[in-house]
């Protein structure tokens, strides 16, 4: 039996171990904020030690630790990494939710809980991935490690991108992530992200003096609707890119909603926060505002900068901050990882599956950042963010085989030529 035949067998018969496992993730609170992830690192470590994986615990923050699990295999090779973060959104009011967000409930086949979608059902299926490729190394090329990253949730600084900055060999050389995509995506990129605060500053005074004094709240609401303009501005995507979703486009549209490659191929503004003024009976003399723009991949950063920045300077009242902005890295449709994962993805769930990019952030973007090849592949989202989240659970065994097989055959060399 040749080492894929191996692991296949493996497969058929412990894949669906996904399954308990990410209802025992989701029945592990980690909402961020807080964001403290002691408890489900905790047993993640455990998880690894008990089925003889080496694991251990790096946590530059006390209550942020991540589980870094490594596989050596016995002859030498290169080295694929999956990536996954153990931090959630909140779960909001519970009065909202049908079934426990805590409670890895599953019903008509569909397992419930705050995360079972972002992302504790892809980072399940990483998890079981390693634990059996674990169990054929000392046949295995190269090797595998796993990142179970908390913070992810508010950019990761503890998280990912401590470990990108500490542990350099986690770079690895291809890197599967899990965030949920559909069975039928392969993402290879994400929409590039700026986030901006604006705020204006005026005199105030009495309510009953509008008419004579400027109002903060006003400036920044004109500043806010010309800032908003941009979602409308033509862009020069690269050929490549407009290619690759047109071709994707009637799976796209489907999964998101109709419309939605054409929208993820335009830029976005949104407006998140805003807050101003004291009283009801005064004029705002302070507001501030929060705005997310995303551009697709190969559209210039600098080119929004310089935008906004002369759109700004039309209000002399209101001044402009960047902050966790990144730009959108794309993986090579062509590159081998994508195309043994999409060969793969697609002789698992026997249907087409195409490559695509992201509407929302994934820590993927920073193994491309570093050069790294990678791909994100999980199951599809429902409710995410909201009540009532879930996943299919039939889908999770099927992420598991896509990504073992996937790092077994990248790590094998096999391409798809």
């Known amino acids: 039996m040749n080492l894929e035949e191996e692991l296949k067998a493996l497969l058929l018969s412990e894949a669906d171990a996904s399954i308990p ?3 025992s993730l989701v029945r592990i609170p980690s909402e961020d904020p807080p964001g403290d992830t002691r408890d489900i690192a905790g047993f993640i470590n455990g998880y690894f030690r008990s089925a003889g994986v080496s694991s ?14 490594t596989v050596c295999g016995g002859l030498p090779g290169p080295h694929v990494v999956f990536n996954g973060h153990m ?22 086949g569909r397992l419930y809980g705050r995360g079972a979608a972002d992302m504790k059902g892809g980072l399940a299926a990483s998890i079981v991935s390693v634990v059996l490729l674990n169990r054929i190394r000392d046949r295995l090329p190269g090797k595998v490690s ?14 990912s991108q401590f470990l990108l900055k500490t542990r350099p060999e986690i770079r690895g050389d291809a ?9 039928g995506n392969v993402r290879v990129g994400e929409k590039g992200q700026y986030w901006f605060r604006f705020q204006c500053k005026t005199g105030g005074g009495h309510g009953a003096y509008s008419s004579l004094k400027p109002s903060a709240i006003l400036d920044l609401a004109k500043l806010l609707e010309a800032l908003s303009e941009y979602a409308h501005m033509p862009l020069k995507v690269p050929a490549n890119v407009r290619e690759m979703m047109m071709e994707a486009k009637a799976s796209y549209d489907e999964l998101l909603c109709p419309g939605a490659t054409e929208a993820a191929l335009r830029p976005s503004v949104n407006i ?11 004029i705002a003399e302070q507001c501030t505002a929060e705005v997310d723009f995303r551009l697709p991949p190969g559209t210039s950063g600098e080119d929004l900068r310089q935008w906004i920045r ?3 300077n039309k209000f002399p009242n209101c001044s402009m901050e960047e902050f966790n902005s990144y730009d959108a890295f794309l993986t090579d449709p062509a590159e081998k990882l ?3 994962a999409r060969k793969t993805a697609e002789e698992v769930v026997q249907k087409p599956v195409h490559t695509t990019f992201s509407l929302g952030g994934t820590e993927a973007r920073l193994w491309r950042q570093a050069g790294t090849p990678a791909i994100t592949f999980g199951p599809n989202h429902h409710n995410m963010g909201s009540p009532d989240e879930y996943v299919e659970a039939e889908e999770l065994p099927q992420v598991v085989r896509v990504h073992a097989l996937t790092a077994l055959r990248f790590l094998l060399q096999e391409g798809t030529d």
């Open 338 to 340: 994508v195309r043994i």
């Open 87 to 108: 931090d959630t959104f909140p779960a909001g009011d519970r009065k909202r939710w049908n079934h426990d967000p805590f409670g890895g409930e599953i019903s008509e």
């Open 146 to 159: 796993i990142t179970c990253v908390s913070n992810e949730e508010v950019f990761g600084p503890w998280g």
């Open 56 to 69: 251990e615990i790096i946590a530059p923050v006390e209550d942020l630790p991540n589980v870094v699990a």
């Open 272 to 282: 998140g926060t805003i807050s101003g003024g004291m009283t009801v009976n005064m």
């Open 310 to 312: 002369k759109t700004a």
């Open 21 to 23: 496992l990410c209802r």
């Open 175 to 183: 890197l599967i992530n899990g965030e949920p995509s559909s069975l």
